[in-house]
């Protein structure tokens, strides 16, 4: 995984969990900027307004969070907003807490924590879940899907709102077509 950070000295930020335990951070970065690749290719950059970095355990806490997604063609996928995250760099993995959003331009996904690991492509939550794509909304708790929320299964307590129910034989037997291996594994 690769780091690109920006930093400008500004106020002094308020402690980490971990600064508050007796752990000082090797840096404090303000106004910063990681690329996370994998494989070469980039699969998302994160801006923070303060991280706070531990490298001995490759551990940097990111504060007002903002995540854009890509696929492997480099195209944006999705958006993601939280109040806070842990990157894990060398596992290519993090994890956001704090009025998390991801959304694109037809779906929109809200909950209270979600964690990414970018070898499998896949977000997930065990907390509770609002998803809605167009007019249709879904809620539940646990969640997994691709980072552009094309595949999303919510795991128990579905309930939802379905404005576009399949209404001839066609449609519905397109619904039962096997899966493609890009969708969400069971």
């Known amino acids: ?5 920006f930093t400008a000295c500004e106020q002094t930020p308020k402690p980490t969990p971990q600064q508050a335990a007796g752990k000082m951070p090797d840096s404090i970065l303000e106004h910063a900027t990681i690329v996370m690749t994998s494989a070469g290719l980039k699969k998302a950059v994160m801006l923070a307004d303060t991280l706070y970095i531990f490298e001995k355990e490759d551990s940097s806490t990111a504060i007002a969070v903002k995540v854009d997604f890509y696929n492997d063609a480099g195209q944006f996928q999705s958006t993601l907003t939280a109040n806070r995250g842990l990157v894990r760099q060398k596992r290519e993995t993090f994890t956001v807490w704090g009025d998390v959003v991801v959304a694109n331009d037809t779906s929109r996904l809200e909950t ?15 907390d509770f879940v609002e998803f809605q794509r167009r007019d249709d909304i879904l809620t539940g708790y646990g969640m997994e899907a691709d980072s552009r929320l ?5 795991l128990r307590d579905v309930k939802g709102r379905i404005s576009d129910i399949p209404q001839s034989e066609e449609a519905i037997d397109s619904l039962d077509s096997p899966r493609k291996e890009s969708q969400v594994p069971e």
């Open 1 to 5: 995984m690769s780091v690109l950070a």
């Open 150 to 154: 094309e595949n999303v299964r919510i």
């Open 112 to 126: 209270q924590s979600l964690d990414w690991d970018a070898k499998r492509g896949l977000i997930a939550t065990s």
